[in-house]
């Protein structure tokens, strides 16, 4: 399984932004998949995860209700959209692939196949 995320770059804050994941060797509507980021000198954070099979989505508390997963099964790629961005949101931004099920989303340890992230800085 491979996961190539995309969409990163400078933003002012109070943008909105959309991450893409593709996916190749697994479809992502058999796998939980989740977002995570992580800044420099912190550890890695999750962010939201959709399900496998009916994509039932979950969010950290630093995002809910300014941020979207979601995924599109025909193009193999999941989505996050994140809105009014802060600059303390400035990371590096990846997503994961899980198992089929939703136990544990939020841990690292419950993905087996991680993309190289996408930096997203937000200044002004």
């Known amino acids: 399984v491979q996961l190539q995320a995309s969409g990163g770059g400078l933003v002012q804050p109070g943008d909105s932004l959309r991450l893409s994941c593709l996916v190749s060797?697994?479809?992502?509507?058999?796998?939980?998949m989740a977002w995570f980021r992580q800044a420099p000198g912190a550890e890695r954070e999750w962010l939201a995860a959709i399900s496998a099979n009916v994509g039932v989505a979950d969010y950290a508390d630093v995002l809910k209700g300014r941020a979207t997963i979601s995924r599109d099964n025909a193009r193999n790629t999941v989505y996050l959209q994140v809105y009014s961005l802060k600059p303390e949101d400035t990371a590096v931004y990846s997503c994961a692939a899980g198992r089929n099920d939703f136990f544990f989303h939020s841990k690292p340890t419950s993905y087996t196949s991680w993309g190289l992230g996408t930096l997203v800085t937000v200044s002004s």
């Open positions: 060797g697994r479809a992502v509507s058999a796998s939980t």
